[in-house]
């Protein structure tokens, strides 16, 4: 199965959210990486998100940004998108109902409902709110993870 994580530039959520559900999945999974603007294309991610995995175990950087692309909506059998810009401008790019069925609200896939469905972007944040977002996506990463072995087992 191949997963793709997306947020806007592909340097903060999105590449923890892969790193961090790759410690979480056998490895006949594929993970990757991807943003809806390509400002940050060839970058590592952010030095606070490589510091924040780090911390937790987990090495991002071999990661570099880039764009999400309409191949990947082709390749990729599930899509899930950090927060709703992001979630309406994949579903934008996607051709047919069946490519718009493969892109998720990353936390409503974790299982996570109402005002708690987008994971915030740690950009402009401090270390103590990377560390939020860290925490954030590694429970959804685990629930996100438990229903799609549970499934393919």
Avoid at 1 to 6: A, G, S
């Amino acid at each position: 199965m191949k997963l793709l994580m997306v947020c806007l530039g592909n340097i903060c959520r999105s590449p923890l959210a892969e790193g961090i559900i790759r410690t979480k999945l056998p490895e006949n999974f594929t993970v990757d990486s991807a943003g809806t603007i390509s400002l940050h294309e060839g970058e590592q991610p952010d030095k606070r998100g490589l510091q924040i995995a780090k911390t937790h175990g987990i090495d991002i950087s071999g990661q570099r940004s880039r764009p999400i692309t309409k191949r990947d909506l082709m390749e990729f059998d599930r899509i899930y998108c950090m927060d709703l810009q992001v979630y309406e401008d994949v579903v934008s790019m996607a051709k047919d109902e069946e490519q718009r069925k493969k892109i998720s609200l990353f936390l409503e896939s974790a299982g996570e409902t109402g005002d708690h469905i987008e994971v915030f972007d740690p950009y402009w944040s401090e270390m103590d709110e990377w560390e939020k977002v860290y925490q954030i996506l590694d429970q959804a990463c685990s629930a996100i993870a438990e229903k799609l072995t549970t499934r393919s087992s």
